[in-house]
């Protein structure tokens, strides 16, 4: 008799048309692994694509979020990068390995998991063993699961498309869990951290983190903050997580030859930005979209090695999706995981 699982899905767009159902538990194909899903971690983009389709061509009865971790439980024929007891978390962009992603001018890349891909809420996934890396060892499955797109994120624009960054200044904007990688990668570095936000119990919080300052967006010009904090300098690296209208404010607050790292659309998909500022200032302004299987690797040793510690803000259990999302909705401070049991 074919094992069945549980799992989220949903025949249509729409957070109304999610549903626990079940589902006959996959097998693993020539070049896949099983995994037993432990915990998925949740992105904004989860809550997008649920309730928009992101301008993805989904494929339905659909699984929604790319964010996993689990322990490998068999493997495909050929499959030799794991095995059996293995923990090990997903790739958000299955099959970029290394370098530039694949696609063109006319069409870039995007076939991530949670997407055109499958997603990952369920009992288990068999996927290609090309679409994971190991788990840190000293994270547990929770914390582990935050990696793949808020972790490797952060990771990707200060490390690896950034510049050394002892003794500059990083401007992160919010306490979501790109923007607390953001602070503690930075500060581990050797960076000072400004954090923006408009709370201030976030900000204090922010503080015990390691943050050296805090801007309350909602009582004063964060730009103007920035610009007396550094003695007018301004920040040589900013996570601009807002987008829209946004990154004009990030182009006044950067540093002559500063960086600012493209990563949110919280204030809209258009960017925008003054031009003149952007070239006098010889500012570089890049696109972050996540990052590739080999930096992940990176990032999960500087893990073990540096004991940096994922924030989650809550925990739930996997029948709990919808007050997950509605917590999504509220703003979290770091990330928010969803529990499956082993």
Do not use: C
Not at 285 to 300: C, K, T
């Amino acid at each position: 008799m074919t094992e069945r699982m549980k799992r989220w899905s949903m025949n249509a767009i729409g957070r109304d048309r999610l549903v626990l159902d079940y589902a006959p538990k996959p097998q693993p194909q020539a070049g896949e692994i099983l995994v037993k899903v432990t915990a998925v971690s949740l992105n904004y983009r989860d809550k997008l694509v649920i309730e928009t389709g992101f301008g993805q061509p989904l494929t339905f009865p659909f699984t929604p979020a790319s964010d996993m971790a689990g322990v490998v439980e068999a493997l495909g024929e050929g499959s030799t990068r794991f095995k059996p007891g293995d923990r090990v978390i997903s790739t958000f962009v299955p099959g970029w390995i290394d370098g530039l992603n694949h696609g063109t001018a006319r069409v870039p890349p995007y076939r991530t998991l949670g997407g055109m891909r499958p997603g990952v809420l369920a009992d288990y996934v068999a996927f290609p063993e090309d679409w994971f890396t190991l788990a840190p060892a000293t994270l547990d499955d929770a914390a582990a699961s935050t990696l793949p797109v808020a972790g490797l994120t952060a990771w990707f624009a200060l490390v690896e498309r950034g510049t050394p960054l002892a003794g500059k200044t990083v401007l992160v904007q919010g306490t979501g869990g790109v923007s607390l990688f953001g602070l503690q990668i930075a500060k581990a570095a050797g960076a000072r951290v400004i954090v923006t936000s408009g709370s201030a119990d976030k900000l204090a919080r922010a503080r015990e983190l390691g943050a050296d300052h805090g801007i309350n967006r909602s009582r004063e010009d964060w730009v103007e903050a920035t610009h007396r904090l550094t003695g007018d300098r301004g920040a040589d690296h900013i996570l601009e997580i807002a987008g829209g209208a946004n990154l004009g404010q990030s182009v006044q607050a950067a540093a002559m030859g500063g960086r600012i790292s493209v990563i949110g659309v919280l204030e809209g998909v258009e960017v925008s930005a003054p031009v003149v500022p952007l070239m006098l200032k010889g500012l570089t302004v890049q696109g972050i979209g996540v990052g590739h299987r080999r930096a992940q690797e990176d990032l999960v040793r500087a893990v073990d090695a540096l004991g940096l510690r994922p924030v989650i803000d809550k925990r739930y259990g996997f029948d709990e999706l919808p007050a997950a999302l509605d917590h999504l909705d509220r703003g979290a401070f770091g990330k928010i995981v969803i529990e499956t049991a082993r």
